[in-house]
């Protein structure tokens, strides 16, 4: 998809009328597009957490402390029961965490929680399942880390 923009420019009290235009290409894997593949119900179908003992943000405090819990996802709000859990952020600037991400062709994500508190992911989607892993470090031969895995509910 493409989008044309143009329009007036203000700087300060001065006017600058001039015909611009810019493009933004909407691709298939673009933050705006996977935060829109994200919307609807999803319930935990899997939770992998090799890391027994340790008190992370996951699972509980997004409402996913159980197989068959579910989430929802509107705008880039997380809600369990009805109730705020998260808000997301997908489209981060940040090179050197990617490279340290645990998960071959997996993404960062940013969760920040009611108190405030920023949780750095990684994450899939792909069709009807979605993975998030905390941290976004974390891979299966590291033995580190939380990952949650979820389906898409039919409504």
């Known amino acids: 998809m493409m989008v044309l923009v143009s329009g007036t420019v ?17 691709t298939e894997d673009s933050p705006a597009r996977v935060l829109q593949n994200m919307q609807g119900k999803w319930r935990v179908a899997g939770i992998y957490l090799p890391t027994i003992g340790d008190d992370g943000p996951f699972p509980g405090d997004l ?4 197989v068959g819990s579910e989430i929802s996802i509107h705008g880039n709000s997380i809600l369990s029961a009805n109730k705020l859990v998260a808000t997301i952020a997908n489209d ?7 490279k340290e991400i645990g998960l ?33 470090r974390c891979s299966c031969h ?14």
Request: proline share 3%.
């Open 142 to 155: 590291r033995g580190s880390g939380h990952i949650l895995r979820f389906e898409r509910t039919k409504e």
């Open 104 to 136: 071959r062709d997996w993404r960062l994500m940013l969760l920040t929680l009611p108190t405030g508190k920023g949780v750095l992911c990684s994450y899939d989607i792909a069709g009807d399942a979605m993975e998030i892993a905390y941290t976004y």
């Open 63 to 66: 409402g996913t402390a159980q």
């Open 92 to 98: 981060l600037d940040l090179p050197q965490q990617e």
């Open 10 to 26: 203000l700087l300060g009290s001065a006017e600058y009328s001039n015909s611009w235009e810019s493009t933004v290409v909407v």
